[in-house]
């Protein structure tokens, strides 16, 4: 785990969600790797649907009390969890956040969502603002942003 940038590894999973739930967790901790684990620990607890909402309103408040609203963005964070959630399904057997690194290294790739969208469309303002469907390969989505 060493090879991943993670600023939150000294805590434990409770820590984690207790800091970043309350915005005390400083956000020049909190990077990809810290959102991966995150996203894994709220599918752990919560199951897919919960923990997409949970995340969703999570990051929207984290980002706002950082003074930073414009790095919010809905469908990197719902196509993120959703690769989380797929991943889990794939390893259920996984009990520890190290293992669960290992076992799905492209996770800690930031980069990864382009594999589903091109660079324009996620990086549109309707992306931005909502949930907007890959347009390069399927992605199955945890929550039904529809509703």
């Given at each position: ?5 993670a ?76 690769l ?19 076992a ?44």
């Amino acid at each position: 785990m060493d090879e991943i940038r993670a600023g939150t590894l000294h805590l434990s999973d409770v820590g984690l969600t207790a800091a970043f739930e309350s915005c005390t967790l400083p956000a020049a901790e909190f990077h990809h790797a810290d959102h991966v684990r995150l996203a894994w620990i709220y599918v752990c607890e919560f199951g897919e649907d919960a923990a997409a909402e949970r995340i969703l309103a999570g990051i929207k408040r984290f980002a706002d009390h950082n003074g930073s609203p414009g790095k919010f963005h809905v469908t990197r964070t719902l196509a993120w969890m959703a690769l989380v959630a797929e991943s889990r399904r794939s390893s259920p057997e996984i009990r520890s956040f190290p293992e669960f690194v290992a076992a799905h290294p492209h996770l800690f790739d930031p980069q990864r969502l382009l594999h589903f969208y091109s660079l324009s469309r996620l990086e549109s303002e309707d992306a931005r603002m909502g949930w907007i469907e890959p347009d390069l390969r399927t992605l199955r989505r945890c929550v039904d942003q529809s509703k």
